[in-house]
């Protein structure tokens, strides 16, 4: 293991001096055990050049995958023996899309910190494309998003599922109707798009099944400000995530209608990681509380599968 640790640090430092000084080691002693490596494998993985540093051969950048993974999990199992004494520790990097975040975030975070009092959560919200790149790129562990354009090789847990609604000013000719109205009968008034990835593809999605392309008058990032607009009258929006109260923050009313044709398919609220990501203990215990609590409702959204 040693060995792999030394041959990785040098292929993320580029040298064998930088890599040395982040390990505290000489560089003879690095240089040393990835010379032992490369002859226990019978392979070059480096070219070195004094002047421009060290390369990886073709071996190389494939041993070099292979050898994240096993630090990865020598590490983990590493902690998991710790972890049977001392708990789940460490940081947990959630991201999560913004109209989720007020009902689900704050019982996970309370749920989770109160039972693994070593562990820390830092949580991240943004539109699900700002998501998806900081879960690429590694500055998330995990995330909490709606399952509309997700990469089909991605790992996920389901949390539950959420049927597209309509919400009208409380003046609206629909507001009063009984039972689920037909979206086609919002065609020709003014809407308010959430212009936040991946709801407004989503929302046009909707209306097209109902045969109509949405007239916007305004576009709003939020979903708070989706409603405050529509509290105004300014006109109607789609939303997935129900709110407690029928008001919005100015305290004007608005009314939340069931869409009873078309049939539109319903959304799946997941938390995400991709496919090669090395989740740590604490990441996977998070997800396996996310979804005991979805299990016994206790997220704020319903569980309808």
Not at 120 to 139: A, F, I, K, M
Request: net charge negative; with cysteine.
């Amino acid at each position: 293991m040693n060995q792999l640790a030394a041959f990785v640090a040098v292929a993320e430092a580029g040298t064998i001096s930088g890599a040395a000084e982040r390990l505290h080691v000489s560089p003879s002693a690095l240089s040393a055990s990835v010379t032992e490596l490369e002859r226990a494998l019978q392979s070059q993985l480096l070219m070195r050049r004094k002047a421009t540093g060290v390369s990886l051969t073709p071996t190389g950048e494939a041993v070099l995958t292979r050898a994240k993974y096993l630090l990865h999990q020598a590490g983990e199992l590493e902690a998991d023996a710790r972890g049977e004494e001392r708990g789940v520790a460490g940081l947990v990097r959630v991201g999560c899309y913004p109209s989720l975040a007020p009902t689900v975030l704050p019982v996970l975070v309370s749920e989770f910190t109160a039972a693994h009092p070593d562990a820390r959560v830092e949580v991240y919200e943004n539109t699900q494309d700002e998501l998806t790149h900081r879960l690429e790129s590694g500055e998330l562990d995990l995330a909490i998003m709606y399952d509309l354009d997700l990469d089909p090789t991605w790992r996920s847990a389901q949390l539950a599922q959420l049927e597209p609604r309509a919400v009208l000013p409380a003046t609206h000719r629909l507001a009063d109707t009984n039972g689920p109205i037909d979206l086609g009968h919002l065609k020709n008034d003014p809407m308010v798009l959430l212009d936040a990835p991946p709801s407004s593809n989503h929302a046009y999605f909707c209306c097209a099944r109902a045969g109509f392309t949405p007239h916007v008058v305004y576009r709003a990032r939020t979903y708070e400000t989706a409603r405050s607009f529509v509290g105004r009258g300014f006109g109607w929006t789609l939303l997935l995530q129900r709110p407690s109260a029928n008001v919005t923050y100015e305290g004007n009313p608005v009314v939340v209608k069931d869409i009873g044709a078309p049939i539109l398919p319903p959304v799946s609220v997941e938390v995400v990681w991709p496919p090669d990501s090395l989740l740590s203990r604490a990441a996977r215990t998070f997800i396996t509380l996310a979804v005991r609590l979805a299990e016994d409702g206790r997220l704020g959204i319903p569980r309808k599968f």
